[in-house]
């Protein structure tokens, strides 16, 4: 299986550079993941789809403003630090742009020595471990410096930091937002859960994974990178439920398929934390999802690899060709996509 066979075109004006004013308008593709029929719809009418004793499972981790620009202490060059994965003891691993300036030793600050930065030690796939040094309380010294990590491809400036935030985030911890999720409004959850569907929420952190191209020809060749996950006993009991009771089990995002598909034990889930890498792309047997609410991923990309993976490679080019005549938006701010 190549790389290659996941490109599609795209026109750079569908990649959507700000999010609607209302979280629940966006456009919905409805695709029926064994036959690759398509309807549209407004992403509002997902209900139409959920039914009494179903499990929607969430990742409610919160992205961090994590993008940190400052200077280079001895020499006052500009420096760009995007926090990825938090260590121990202060320290980082970050993407540093640009990259040569950040050999081991160097220091940076930002804020005016708020927050001052040392390199030391530089990882096999060149993102650098930073220790920072501050007072007070890390949080919220980011808080007051960081901007959100949005994206290369959105351009415009985000006015309202809590567009890139579910309405459902909690945990602090990731370096881009789970964009399924930005579709749901409190208004939507309410009638959901009034429905009879239970909300199951899990934690995954994004971290480097999401900026990481597929840069191998042979798909089977690509390595992730290790995320941040927790499952926890309740979460775990709702899913089991639905399973046992023979109701859909339907991941909003990749990030909540990829958690709860690593947390799988004879078909169930059970309650775990730790780190994963799991890869899923065609030819990948799922253990618990039946359904994946998800918006429109790159061409190439490890995402994409994951829907086509759930219903098939031919079934999904054609909807995002589909996607692509209908003029719907792609990308992070961009619409929907429900596999049935």
Known sequence: MKTSDFFYDLPNELIAQVPISDRSSSKLMVMDKITGEIEHKVFRDIIEYLDEGDC???????VIPARLIGEKLDT???IEFLLLKRNEDDTWETLVKPGKKAKIGSKFSFGENKLVAEVVDITDEGSRIVKFSYEGIFEEV??????????PYITEVLEDRERYQTVYSKNNGSAAAPTAGLHFTNELLDQIKNKGIDIAFVTLHVGLGTFRPVKVDDVDSHKMHSEYFRV???AAEKINKAKKNRKKVICVGTTSCRTIESSCKDGYVIEKSGWTDIFIYPGYKFNVVDNLITNFHLPESTLIMLVSALSSKVNVLNAYKEAVENKYRFFSFGDAMYLK
């Open 56 to 62: 929607l499972v969430m990742n409610d981790t919160r």
């Open 76 to 78: 006052g060059g500009k």
């Open 142 to 151: 980011l808080d007051e410096l960081g901007n959100m990590p949005l994206p």
């Open 232 to 234: 926890e006993k309740e």
